[in-house]
């Protein structure tokens, strides 16, 4: 029987649309689905949801006790949010008192930053509880910042990771409805890092589809939510596979040259959200009490792809986080970068494809996302507050508005406001850190 745990599991509209992709393939029907929260009230909440999706096939329970969960997996999806709603207003409510404005503020950028303090050292904790009581796991991870993480575990443990996002299908699937066709016909190749990736190619049957695309984004026809990417792509003749509210912050074009109105850019994007995540698990509660039914739709994530390859043995397609050190998968990027692209999925496990260099131009664009997954990580590990600080500065927004005397300042107020989720090093009183 195949052991799926899911840490993380609070986050019940998620948990419940990677049941519903579980529980659509046949072979994974009958699995071992262990929930894992350290909220009591999420938990039981989750396993309600879980009850309700899965009905009387596959067994399911929650432990609030990490390593009693793991014991024996074959699979382990992570989906923590360290510090939670709390720990996000602070970071969009401390820089915007220095005049700083984000959309998502949770990659690259200063919030990206924190989220890397306070999240590695939680989720070096879930790997190395993996590699004592389920040693042959494969560790599925969804949690941002993305390269960090990928990055922070294999460093730090150099247990078997794969980080997973959804931001390549969507884009794909997007680029086909603009073209008028269906997605699954469109193929696309992908590379880059994770939320600055770039597709190298699109196509349909054979045909190249960019000088369509051109002539899509020439005429105008691109949806106001959709604005920054595509001035990206004429700019850069690639297109990028992240959203355009990610973009507006990922460089110094937009929000601070002030193309927030013009260019439909959503200021503070992510506490909406968030605020909609807290009304949502509300709503889930009520509706569970009153017996009301909820609508199970695949939405399209890898995890539940990955599991039933690797269980079946049929081979599948993702695109995957993966250390470009096995390669290098992306010649022009650093070997010790997590990198996205694609990978084949078959019974003997992930296999990343090498995609060779990116375009000079894209490089360029991607390698400050790096610096920051090297400088956050690099601060954990050696308990350097100096990097932290020069991990700020790489944030363009950060750059574009701020002198280094306020960016220190502003670093200082960061850290003092989200002590409690961060390490004793840096005057936290998070626990059980150790590099």
């Not at 390549?168 to 699937?173: E, I, K, R, S």
């Not at 880059?192 to 005429?219: C, I, K, Q, S």
């Not at 990028?240 to 912050?249: G, K, L, M, R, Y």
């Not at 400050?368 to 944030?395: G, K, W």
Request: overall charge negative; proline content about 6%; some cysteine.
């Amino acid at each position: 029987m195949t052991r799926i745990v899911l840490v993380g599991a609070g986050s019940v509209e998620f948990t419940r649309n990677l049941l519903g992709d579980i529980l659509s393939f046949e072979a994974l029907r009958d699995a071992e689905i262990v929930l894992h929260d350290i909220d009591p009230d999420r938990l039981r909440t989750a396993e309600r949801m879980a009850a309700w999706t899965a009905g009387a096939t596959p067994s399911i329970r929650g432990s609030l006790d990490r390593r009693d969960a793991l014991s024996g997996a074959d699979f382990v999806i992570n989906t923590i949010q360290v510090g939670g709603a709390r720990a996000t207003k602070v970071d969009f409510d401390v820089p915007g008192r220095y005049g700083l404005r984000y959309t998502i503020n949770d990659t690259i950028n200063v919030g990206g930053v924190l989220r890397g303090l306070r999240t590695i050292p939680v989720v070096l904790g879930i790997a190395r509880d993996i590699g004592d009581v389920a040693p042959d796991a494969l560790f599925l991870n969804y949690t941002n910042p993305m390269g960090m993480l990928v990055r922070a575990v294999d460093e730090g443990t150099g247990f078997p990771t794969v980080g997973l996002c959804h931001s390549v299908y969507w884009t794909v699937d997007r680029l086909a409805g603009y073209l008028g066709l269906p997605p699954a016909e469109v193929d696309a190749l992908s590379a880059g890092v994770n939320h600055l990736a770039w597709l190298m190619r699109l196509e349909h049957r054979g045909r190249d589809l960019y000088p369509e695309l051109r002539a899509f984004v020439d005429a105008g026809r691109v949806p106001d939510d959709d604005l920054v990417r595509a001035d990206l792509f004429r700019r850069f003749g690639i297109y990028p596979t992240e959203s355009s509210e990610h973009h507006a912050e990922y460089n110094p074009w937009f929000i601070p040259k002030g193309q927030v109105e013009s260019f439909h850019v959503p200021i503070g994007e992510y506490l909406s959200r968030v605020a909609n995540n807290l009304d949502e698990f509300e709503d889930t509660k009520r509706r569970l009490d009153d017996g009301e039914p909820f609508e199970i739709e695949r939405s399209g994530e890898y995890a539940a792809v990955i599991v039933n390859a690797m269980v079946t043995g049929v081979p599948t397609r993702i695109v995957a986080n993966v250390m470009n050190h096995v390669g290098p998968l992306i010649a022009n990027l650093a070997a010790d970068a997590c990198v996205e692209v694609p990978a084949l999925v078959d019974g003997l496990g992930v296999h990343p494809t090498a995609v060779g260099p990116l375009p000079p131009q894209c490089a360029a664009y991607t390698r400050p996302a790096v610096d920051c997954q090297e400088l956050t990580v690099t601060a954990l590990f050696e308990e350097d507050r100096d990097l932290v600080y020069h991990a700020v500065l790489t944030d363009p927004i950060v750059q574009a508005r701020l002198t280094l005397d306020e960016a220190w300042r502003m670093t200082d107020e960061l850290i003092a406001a989200e002590g409690e989720w961060l390490p004793a090093w840096l005057g936290g009183t998070a626990p059980d850190w150790h590099p």
